[in-house]
């Protein structure tokens, strides 16, 4: 199948510079260390970071922080070994992996990739100065794949501080004084106790109808000195810890609560879709959490659709697919989010018991180029009659053109951001009541309106 082949390639390489991506690196990592553990040899990882993207980003613009990261990319995979690994693991972060390695031959690549780094960079007909910076990690097959990306982390972090433009070699003194900077546990266990979490929801837009029927349930940590942290800054940690249970049942109880006030004045169709991490998918008693939280804020099972995504489930036991079964008996839904990113087996996606895919956001972004992929996403889950949610829609043209592949709904700042309760409540109201729906799905439907037009359609009259 063509499309599950474009898609595990997309699961394992990095789609700006199709060099391995976090998943693959994780998986070489595993290896080699599986490798030094038998030889009693040792690996190194490096990480490698620009000492200025952001603002090269923020004035050149994205296109030429693009240009920027392709060269990086380019310069490191010469600089290696063959046998050797570069991958990106998001933004200007990249990862080289050394398979066997001694700490001379180590801290060698180190100083190289950060004098090759030191050369200017022709972006977009200017010459642009660069410089990065390189934390070196070496370990045994004693050493798990976390700690050894995080001690490479460490070490960067430490050449920044030391200056940048330079090498650091990660020492246990190191991580002392980073996880004392952090202390991030500490501190979420803390904010439990005094209800720092606060719900912002998204608006999900039918495309069909130009209503919202739903709305996404999103979690921040109001930190009393930081300000509103986002989730991607601590779930990890709050995963580590275990602390995810207690946060994850907080704001499933939460957002049902609030979604069944809006019932009130809005309708007793508006559902919530509420995040599961991997670990409250794994606790034996999310059947009993779901049902005391339904009883407890009144909230109909079939407003409630739970969302969870594909390496969560792709894998998982009988076990796990029993419990969803039981718990989607109750009327409550499931939704594979970020789909398309994972390690996606198709023929498993049959077993799994979910009503809708969540599009990622990176296929999205490539709508005008690249619609095929979209196009066969969405027929594919029409086969396994699954809805299709489309996420991260930013542009009256992605709106446009995907109610015209057939998506049925939508979300993204394009209809509108998440906000807290109160901000969220005026969209939900406006959109309900201003939407001309015909209106709105014909214009869409029909690709008749220009992409300008569609920002003025009562669809969109949201104005947050
Ligand atoms: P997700 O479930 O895929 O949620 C969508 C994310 O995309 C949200 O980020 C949302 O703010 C962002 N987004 C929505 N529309 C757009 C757009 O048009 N453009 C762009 N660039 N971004 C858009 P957020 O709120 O930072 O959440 C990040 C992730 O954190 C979520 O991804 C979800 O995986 C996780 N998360 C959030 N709340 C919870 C929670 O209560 N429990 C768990 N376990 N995970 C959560
Ligand atoms: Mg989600
Ligand atoms: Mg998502």
Redesign the pocket.
């Known amino acids: 199948y063509d499309l599950e082949r474009l898609l595990t390639h997309r699961a394992f390489y990095d789609q700006l510079t199709d060099i391995p991506n976090r998943t693959l690196l994780g998986d070489r990592l595993n290896h080699a260390l599986g490798r030094a553990q038998q030889s009693a040899g040792q690996i190194a990882a490096l990480h490698v970071n620009l000492d200025n993207f952001r603002s090269i980003n923020e004035s050149l613009g994205r296109d030429a922080g693009d240009e920027l990261i392709i060269e990086m990319s380019k310069r490191l995979q010469s600089a290696i070994r063959p046998g050797d690994t570069v991958a990106r693991i998001g933004g200007d972060e990249f990862f080289v992996l050394l398979d066997p390695a001694s700490s001379e031959q180590a801290t060698t690549m180190a100083s190289r990739i950060t004098v090759s780094l030191q050369q200017p960079i022709s972006v977009q007909g200017s010459l642009v100065a660069i410089s990065g910076s390189v934390g070196v990690a070496l370990a045994g097959g004693d050493t798990n794949v976390s700690g050894l990306l995080r001690n490479a982390d460490i070490a960067m972090l430490a050449a920044k501080a030391a200056g940048k433009r330079q090498w650091a070699m990660f020492q246990e003194t190191m991580h002392e004084s980073a996880s004392k900077r952090l202390n991030l546990a500490g501190g979420l266990r803390r904010a439990i106790d005094r209800n720092e979490f606060r719900?912002?929801y998204?608006p999900i837009v039918d495309l069909h109808t130009g209503e919202v029927m739903s709305v996404?349930?999103?979690?921040?940590w109001a930190h009393p000195t930081l300000g509103l942290v986002?989730?991607?800054d601590f779930?990890p940690v709050a995963e580590e810890t275990g602390l995810?249970l207690p946060?994850?049942r907080w704001?499933l109880e939460e957002s049902c609560r609030q979604v069944k006030k809006w019932q009130d004045t809005l309708g007793p169709e508006l559902s919530v879709h509420?995040?599961?991490?991997a670990l409250?998918l794994d606790a034996p008693d999310l059947l009993g959490v779901v049902t005391e939280t339904l009883h407890a804020t009144g909230l109909k099972p079939g407003c409630l659709i739970l969302?969870l995504?594909e390496s969560m489930a792709i894998g998982g036991s009988d076990v796990l697919l029993a419990r969803m079964r039981a718990i989607r008996k109750l009327g409550v839904r499931f939704s594979l989010?970020?789909f398309g990113t994972g390690y996606s087996s198709l023929s498993y996606l049959q077993k799994l018991p979910v009503d809708s895919l969540?599009i990622d956001?990176s296929f999205v972004d490539q709508i005008g180029t690249h619609p095929a992929m979209l196009e066969a996403i969405i027929h594919l889950a029409r086969s396994l009659s699954l809805e299709t949610v489309a996420?991260?829609?930013?542009h009256a043209h992605q709106a446009t053109i995907l109610a015209h592949l057939g998506c049925d709904r939508a979300?993204?700042?394009?209809f509108a951001?998440?906000a807290e309760p109160d901000d969220v409540l005026g969209s939900l109201t406006r959109i309900a009541s201003q939407g001309h729906p015909a209106k709105v799905r014909a214009a869409l439907s029909l690709g008749r309106v220009h992409p300008e037009d569609v920002t003025k359609l009562p669809l969109v009259s949201t104005s947050i």
């Open positions: 719900v912002h998204q996404e349930a999103l979690v921040r986002p989730p991607a779930i995810i946060i994850g704001v509420v995040n599961l991490s409250q969302e995504t989010d970020d969540k956001k996420e991260g829609v930013e979300q993204g700042y394009f951001r998440p």
